[in-house]
């Protein structure tokens, strides 16, 4: 079975300064997808980034961006010149490229300093 | 965008009552739509996944005869919480997958129960 692992419950960031949000799966499967999703206070889930395990290249999303090493099975999302509407809870998830299932970490509570 | 709504986004329900919540992909055809709950500052959970026109799947623990899922149409799944009680007070979210995988889910707003 898939597990997503996200070790850091809470993080704290700088307005305007850069935060890594630290991700790590296992999986047997050659074929499948990582995401960043955010659920700030009203609750609503926004995928922030996607990943496909078949591309090389790490997604970029404006302010935010992915650090995918796929041998070391780890899924980083990066947020760049913080913003206060960055505090948020963020779920990275897995998503099996055979199924439609999502496989969510814990989660991380990041706060945004003023 | 695609989107997906949830009503109703706050119930609150007695003891022994049974309550509905509706999920709709308002702007596409959703061919499996998912249903979890969350507790506060806690991750999803998954309970089920619904596909049009057969019987929803429902993940290990979720007791089906409680929690009822329907998705009737294309666009349209709805769970039922029957004889609520008030361990039942969750947060409730679906999520719905288009019929073209893009490997993207869209989810709904939520719905808050809580049972009295």
């Known amino acids: 079975a898939q597990t997503v692992t996200q070790s850091q419950p809470e993080m704290s960031v700088q307005e305007a300064e850069t935060v890594t949000l630290s991700c790590t799966y296992d999986?047997?499967?050659?074929?499948?997808?990582l995401f960043w999703y955010k659920q700030p206070p009203s609750r609503q889930m926004i995928l922030v980034i996607r990943?496909?395990?078949?591309?090389?290249q790490n997604a970029t999303e404006n302010r935010f961006s992915v650090n995918f090493q796929k041998a070391a099975k780890s899924f980083s999302l990066k947020i760049s010149d913080s913003q206060l509407g960055d505090a948020a809870m963020y779920f990275c998830?897995?998503?099996?490229?055979?199924?439609?299932?999502?496989?969510f970490g814990k989660g991380i509570t990041l706060s945004v300093r003023p | 965008g695609a989107v997906v709504s949830q009503h109703p986004s706050r119930v609150i329900c007695k003891s022994g009552t049974s309550v509905k919540i509706e999920c709709r992909s308002l702007?596409?055809?959703?061919?499996?739509m998912f249903w979890y709950r969350q507790f506060p500052k806690k991750s999803l959970m998954l309970m089920a996944t619904?596909?049009?026109?057969?019987?929803?799947?429902?993940e290990q623990g979720v007791e089906k005869d409680k929690f009822l899922i329907n998705h009737a149409s294309l666009t349209l799944s709805t769970l039922t919480v029957t004889s609520a009680h008030p361990e039942d007070s969750s947060f409730y979210i679906c999520?719905?997958?288009?019929?073209?995988?893009?490997?993207?889910?869209?989810f709904g707003e939520g719905s808050r129960l809580t049972v009295l």
């Open positions: 990943q496909e395990a078949y591309k090389q």
């Open positions: 999986t047997s499967e050659s074929d499948y997808y």
């Open positions: 998830a897995y998503k099996s490229g055979a199924n439609s299932k999502l496989t």
């Open positions: 999520s719905a997958r288009r019929r073209t995988n893009t490997g993207e889910l869209f």
């Open positions: 619904s596909n049009e026109g057969s019987k929803a799947t429902y």
């Open positions: 702007d596409f055809q959703a061919t499996t």
